[in-house]
């Protein structure tokens, strides 16, 4: 079976410090990847999605990067954090071609001090 | 770009009332999600819709997908406390991407 894992759980990180959150997925091949977040416990806005390795769309300009560097592994990035970049972040996984179920990870939360 | 209205926004409700809830599009979708969230977790899938018109059960959920294809629709019946959280619907269109509605927070009373 499936399983998708992403960590850590929480994070505690003064602005400007760098960020790298880590997905991964496995028992499937080729899955599509995705990085969502999700402010204030509503809301879930799609940051990147991956549709193979190296392959990175960004659906919003802002302070993050998400790169693909193996097949079932999405890493989520930033330089400098910002206060903004406060909330809960959640890393999903779907079959792709047409099947677009998409299974979350047990999500992030980032707090920027 | 895709949006999806989902409504109500939240709900109070006493265990054992139905619930109903929806979400409507300005586009046309080829798949609608529903999904529940706990506190501090990930949303999980509950349905899944392929087809206008469908209509799914999963025990005391029903969802539908609509003739429109712009909307669709969840109801959970007699519920119960540990139905306590937020729902939300997802819909796919023409890429590979789910775009999400705001959620709907549910509370029940005991």
């Known amino acids: 079976s499936q399983t998708i894992h992403q960590w850590p759980a929480t994070l505690v990180q003064p602005v400007g410090s760098p960020l790298s959150l880590e997905c991964t997925v496995e028992?499937?091949?080729?899955?599509?990847l995705y990085w969502y977040r999700q402010a204030a416990g509503r809301g879930l806005q799609l940051l990147f999605y991956?549709?193979?390795?190296?392959?990175i769309s960004s659906e919003v300009p802002q302070n993050l990067s998400a790169s693909r560097p193996q097949d079932r592994q999405f890493i989520l990035s930033s330089k400098k954090l910002l206060l903004s970049d406060s909330g809960f972040y959640l890393c999903?996984?779907?079959?792709?071609?047409?099947?677009?179920?998409?299974?979350f990870g047990q999500g992030t939360r980032l707090t920027v001090v | 770009g895709q949006q999806l209205n989902q409504s109500p926004q939240s709900m109070f409700i006493q265990e054992g009332e139905d619930v109903s809830m929806n979400c409507t599009s300005s586009?046309?979708?080829?798949?609608w999600l529903w999904y529940k969230q706990d506190p501090g977790e990930g949303p999980v899938l509950l349905i899944a819709?392929?087809?206008?018109?469908e209509l799914t059960s999963n025990g005391r959920l029903t969802a539908q997908f609509g003739i429109t294809r712009k909307d669709s629709f969840l109801n959970i019946s007699a519920s119960i406390p540990s139905d306590v959280g937020i729902y939300f619907c997802?819909?796919?269109?023409?890429?590979?991407?789910?775009?999400f509605g705001k959620g709907m927070k549910l509370t029940v009373n005991p």
């Open positions: 586009s046309i979708f080829n798949t």
């Open positions: 028992g499937t091949s080729n899955p599509n």
């Open positions: 999903a996984w779907s079959q792709g071609a047409g099947n677009t179920e998409a299974f």
């Open positions: 991956s549709v193979g390795i190296g392959q």
């Open positions: 819709l392929y087809k206008a018109g």
């Open positions: 997802a819909g796919q269109g023409g890429s590979e991407k789910l775009v």
